[in-house]
Nanobody, 122 residues
Framework: QVQLVESGGGLVQPGGSLRLSCAAS????????ICWFRQAPGKEREGVSC????????YYADSVKGRFTISRENVKNTVYLQMSSLKPEDTAVYYC???????????????WGQGTQVTVSS
């Protein structure tokens, strides 16, 4: 069964850090573009970051550049999103997904995870 499972969300104070994990099963994530998205209440889903399958390139939304880092650990079939200097406006449900075609900005999606809540609040 092809599946993505996110974990690592939670409540963090402004300025804090979290690391999200996206664990793949039923397929080899290294062969796919993997992206992180987020959706806040009342807002559209937005692409946060993507990792290309082939050339190691990474991509970031302007709103998270310099604060978030996407990485792969292929031995664990997992993609991470390290989030630092978190702001209240980063509060959202974060999803990972496989993407085909153009990596960034991502427009064609295949498999989605169930999401993990990130809340940045004092």
């Amino acid at each position: 069964q092809v599946q993505l499972v996110e974990s690592g969300g939670g409540l963090v104070q402004p300025g804090g850090s979290l690391r999200l994990s996206c664990a793949a099963s039923g397929f080899t994530s290294a062969y796919y573009h993997i992206c992180w998205f987020r959706q806040a209440p009342g807002k559209e889903r937005e692409g946060v970051s993507c990792a290309s399958k082939s050339d190691g390139r990474t991509y970031y939304a302007d709103s998270v550049k310099g604060r978030f880092t996407i990485s792969r650990e292929n031995v664990k079939n997992t993609v991470y999103l390290q989030m630092s200097s978190l702001k209240p406006e980063d509060t959202a449900v974060y999803y990972c997904a496989t993407v085909y075609g153009r990596v960034w900005p991502p427009t064609n999606f295949e498999t989605w995870g169930q999401g993990t809540q990130v809340t940045v609040s004092s």
